[in-house]
């Protein structure tokens, strides 16, 4: 069945960096957009950034651009969210979720779901 499982959160200070990785298994990896999201307590979970199965395509939530790089390891059936500067409001839970045949994350991009999660993994930022 499909699987999704996210790890690489932690605490960590104003200014500093973390690597997610999401580690997949389960369905066609080529088929499928890759995308994440994240929660802060007491919010509805808010799409962060995606990778589509086409062409390298990615799409960036705006309070995020230029500070997280999205990637796809294509041999290991893997992506991660490299998160450099990350500031408090970065604090959340983050999810990754695959979707079949968002090619260039246009869905995502619009506020669609993604069908199949991760279980999560907790980013804190704090001083």
């Known amino acids: 069945q499909v699987q999704l499982v996210e790890s690489g959160g932690g605490l960590v200070q104003p200014g500093g960096s973390l690597r997610l990785s999401c580690s997949t298994s389960?369905?066609?990896?080529?088929?499928?957009?890759i995308g994440w999201y994240r929660q802060a307590p007491g919010r509805e979970h808010e799409g962060v950034s995606c990778s589509g199965q086409l062409y390298g395509s990615t799409y960036y939530k705006d309070s995020v651009k230029g500070r997280f790089t999205i990637s796809r390891d294509n041999s290991k059936k893997t992506v991660y969210l490299q998160m450099n500067n990350l500031k408090p409001e970065d604090t959340g839970t983050y999810y990754c979720?695959?979707?079949?045949?968002?090619?260039?994350?246009?869905?995502?991009?619009?506020?669609?779901?993604?069908?199949?999660w991760g279980q999560g993994t907790q980013v804190t930022v704090s001083s």
């Open positions: 979720a695959a979707h079949y045949s968002d090619h260039y994350c246009s869905g995502y991009a619009q506020g669609l779901k993604y069908n199949y």
């Open positions: 389960g369905f066609t990896w080529d088929n499928y957009a």
